[in-house]
């Protein structure tokens, strides 16, 4: 069965400061697509970035990139510039086909982040 | 924004009571899922939706039946509300069939449930 892994339930960052957030996965599929979203103590779930397995560049999403690792199966986040609006919870997800040719994402626990002026 | 609309967006109830949550979509997308978030899991698949009277359980379906008559809305029922029951419940919606392609899933604003 596919996993995602967040090992930091939180995280603090300095305003104007780069943040890496983690992520690892756990999969047999050749073919597989890692998201970020984000949720703002608002509560709603924000879509941030997108990597293709098979997308030969990390992806980029204004301040944010992904810095994929496919040999190590690592997504991490990485959010340049932080801003105070960066403050929320981060979660990393991979998409797992079902039947149908529809999908699922299954998610991490998330990360915390808070940043600090 | 997706135009996903979740009701209602607070509930409290009480044990063993029945709890209707819905989910209307104005995008016309084929597959609608619920969600239910809770501190250390992240979000959890409950059930899902690809098509009209198409649904199938996720990972925590336990307790929960829904149903989709009609492509824009997909409701989901607790029979007899329970108190592990208490938490956040979202839907979300996706066009895509094409697993090798950048199909987000467009989420609602989320329901927040508990049960007393």
């Known amino acids: 069965a596919q996993k995602i892994t967040q090992t930091q339930p939180g995280m603090f960052v300095q305003e104007k400061e780069a943040v890496t957030l983690d992520c690892t996965y756990d999969?047999?599929?050749?073919?597989?697509?890692l998201f970020w979203y984000k949720q703002p103590s608002s509560g709603e779930m924000i879509f941030l970035i997108y990597?293709?397995?098979?997308?030969?560049q990390n992806a980029t999403e204004g301040r944010y990139s992904l810095n994929f690792q496919k040999a190590r199966k690592s997504a991490n986040l990485v959010i340049s510039a932080s801003q105070l609006g960066d403050s929320a919870m981060y979660f990393c997800?991979?998409?797992?086909?079902?039947?149908?040719?529809?999908?699922?994402?299954?998610f991490g626990s998330g990360t915390r982040l808070l940043v600090r002026p | 924004d997706a135009g996903i609309t979740q009701s209602p967006r607070h509930k409290v109830t009480e044990t063993g009571t029945p709890v209707t949550l819905r989910c209307h979509q104005t995008?016309?997308?084929?597959?609608m899922y619920w969600y239910r978030q809770d501190p250390g899991h992240g979000l959890r698949l409950i059930h899902y939706?690809?098509?009209?009277?198409?649904?199938d359980k996720g990972e925590v379906s336990d307790g929960y039946s829904v149903s989709r008559s009609k492509t824009e809305d997909f409701l989901l029922t607790l029979e007899s509300a329970t108190s592990s029951q208490t938490s956040v419940y979202f839907c979300?919606?996706?066009?895509?069939?094409?697993?090798?392609?950048?199909?987000?899933?467009?989420f609602g604003s989320g329901t927040q449930l508990s049960v007393l």
């Open positions: 979300a919606i996706s066009a895509g069939s094409d697993v090798s392609a950048n199909e987000k899933l467009f």
């Open positions: 999969t047999s599929d050749q073919s597989y697509g």
């Open positions: 990597q293709g397995s098979y997308d030969e």
């Open positions: 997800a991979m998409r797992e086909p079902l039947m149908d040719s529809s999908y699922k994402l299954i």
């Open positions: 995008e016309n997308h084929r597959y």
């Open positions: 939706s690809y098509g009209v009277k198409d649904t």
